[in-house]
């Protein structure tokens, strides 16, 4: 159940997401307008939703319906609690709220409960309080971030969840491989690909946020499910940094070029810049 109310907010990802395409919005929302119009919109590294959300905002979907999708079954609880049961998962993050604590925060860490409301509010919770807002998790599936250091962390944001669980009403979501998509999507669909980005040097090699890495295998892997919407009249559009292995996969498509900042590395003197690649197929 959502709130009459959330129509009046304008949502934003629920969830802090490093690698979000806050920064890229503005390119991406050109691709899409030039994609326009298209029958289906397919995300399947949902990751944030920053770009949904983004179209959602902006009246860009039209009469589109939304499929969201990612490998990761921690980030699908999450957005399958706000959708179907915003409130349930407010109430659960309220609690969060009044114990939070180092303590509390490990306590949680360590547990997955068993309720899916519960599971979702959890994720939420520790996506708001861990370091750096990085979700990322061990060879095991365990969510192994460390506690970050905010005085005031927006644990249960109410007005932006049900807005964002407005938002949702219209999307499908499910945990799915993004290989999967060749098996969703049709002629006249629109796609967008957001995977761990390939890593521009040997120290930069954080490819992923859950068990199992996302290596030069995965890389061409996409490429060729890339390749086959492309053979099935699927319009569809992929970021990722400008790398050689990047430019050679999709050489035979259009590649645009954004400058982003990226935060992930715990060095602030290595922060900055990067070139990232937009690339499409029409």
């Known amino acids: 159940m959502t709130s009459r109310s959330a129509n009046l907010v304008l949502p934003r990802p629920f969830l802090k997401w490093v690698?979000?395409?806050?920064?890229?919005?503005?390119?991406l929302r050109r691709c899409v307008e030039a994609a326009r119009p298209f029958r289906r919109y397919h995300e399947p590294f949902v990751g944030g939703g920053a770009l949904f959300f983004d179209l959602y905002r902006n009246g860009l979907l039209g009469r589109a319906a939304a499929y969201l999708s990612d490998n990761n079954p921690n980030l699908i609880d999450?957005?399958?609690?706000?959708?179907?049961?915003?409130?349930?998962?407010?109430?659960?993050?309220?609690?969060?709220?009044?114990?939070?604590?180092?303590?509390?925060?490990?306590a949680m860490r360590a547990n997955v409960p068993p309720d899916p409301l519960d599971?979702?509010?959890?994720?939420?919770?520790?996506?708001?309080?861990?370091?750096?807002?990085?979700?990322?998790?061990?060879?095991?599936?365990?969510?192994?971030?460390?506690?970050?250091?905010?005085?005031?962390?927006?644990?249960?944001?109410?007005?932006?969840?049900?807005?964002?669980?407005?938002?949702?009403?219209?999307?499908?979501?499910?945990?799915?491989?993004?290989?999967?998509?060749?098996?969703?999507?049709?002629?006249?669909?629109?796609?967008?690909?957001?995977?761990?980005?390939?890593?521009?040097?040997?120290?930069?090699?954080?490819?992923g946020y859950a068990k199992g890495a996302f290596g030069v295998s995965e890389q061409q892997a996409l490429a060729g499910v890339f390749g086959q919407l492309t053979a099935l009249g699927v319009k569809a559009v992929l970021s990722n940094s400008m790398t050689p292995l990047i430019r050679s996969l999709y050489a035979d498509y259009t590649i645009g070029q954004v400058l982003a900042s990226r935060a992930v590395n715990s060095r602030g003197d290595r922060r900055g810049k990067i070139a990232e690649a937009l690339v499409r197929n029409y």
């Not at 690698?19 to 390119?27: A, D, P, S, T, V």
């Open 19 to 27: 690698g979000g395409k806050g920064q890229l919005l503005e390119e």
């Open 78 to 106: 999450a957005y399958l609690g706000v959708q179907r049961d915003v409130e349930g998962v407010i109430a659960r993050l309220r609690e969060h709220k009044a114990k939070h604590g180092e303590t509390y925060y490990y």
């Open 119 to 207: 599971r979702a509010a959890r994720v939420i919770y520790l996506n708001k309080t861990c370091y750096n807002g990085l979700f990322r998790e061990n060879s095991r599936g365990e969510f192994n971030v460390p506690l970050g250091r905010y005085r005031n962390p927006a644990i249960c944001d109410e007005e932006n969840l049900r807005a964002a669980s407005a938002a949702l009403q219209r999307a499908k979501i499910e945990q799915r491989t993004f290989s999967t998509v060749l098996l969703k999507a049709g002629p006249g669909d629109l796609v967008y690909f957001d995977p761990p980005y390939d890593p521009v040097s040997k120290t930069s090699s954080f490819t």
